[in-house]
């Protein structure tokens, strides 16, 4: 058992170092793509994982899910800014470019301060795209439910701690809790366990299985619907589990209303 629990994290860690480093590049990652690239090229080189139950790695992708903090339950998506990926194009540009000067040259200073703006111009992108998402967010809907990431806990774990602030989540949250704070909406944060993929929104049933390559969720209650929607919505109606900042009842349809 404490194999297992020691595996999952390592996937979920590598899964956040996978997602951020694809992010970077200009890709769009998605739990289900890391997990195919992990099965075939990365599983191979680690054979003690073949000895344990292979639903372990699989289910860590799944937890990998934190990444919809951009599925809204009403189906609003955010994506990736082009200005972002574009300067983060540009670093890995700045930093090769480096690499290539002689060193104690006139050069290499000028290239080094060259990428230390480009790192300082893609910091600002970042913080200023998750500003734009947790205004929005705190301004528009009068509550909001995400997913406990259990950022403590995983601050012990220093490689782990970098991928998350690498990705922003912890600032996403710290800027949600004193927007929602600002304007008057409810935060809930919701278990990050609590397992919002299998369950259905409309019934309330919890699948035993649901394979990743399900895109769609279908339920026997006659609901259908994209599983990240779904999960989204299920997140909105069920604000149970630890709930830090909630104060009142849960989301009622996440649908929001504006509050303009
Ligand atoms: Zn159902």
Known sequence: MARHAGY????????????????????KPTANKLKKFYTNYVKPHYSWQSQLSSRVYQYAFVDLGIKTLATLSNGEVFPNLKPYRKAAKKL????????????????????????????????????????KITSYLAKNFSSIVIEDLNVKGMLANRKLAKAISELGFYEFRRQLEYKCELYGSKLTIVDRWF??????????????????????????????????????KVLANQAVGYTVLACGQSAADGSGRSRK
Request: with cysteine; hydrophobic share 30%.
């Open 8 to 27: 999952s994290r390592w996937v979920f860690n590598w899964g956040l170092k996978a997602w951020s480093v694809t992010y970077k590049e200009g890709l």
């Open 195 to 232: 397992p919002s993929s299998k369950t259905c929104s409309r019934c309330g049933l919890i699948k035993k299985e649901l394979s990743l390559s399900e895109r769609i969720y279908r339920c026997e209650c006659g609901l259908e619907m994209d599983r990240d929607l779904n999960a989204a």
């Open 92 to 131: 890995s540009r700045l930093h090769r470019n480096l690499s290539r000067k002689v060193k104690g040259s006139k050069n290499r200073t000028k290239a080094r301060i060259s990428l230390a703006s480009q790192h300082l111009k893609v910091a600002n992108l970042r913080r200023d795209y998750l500003h």
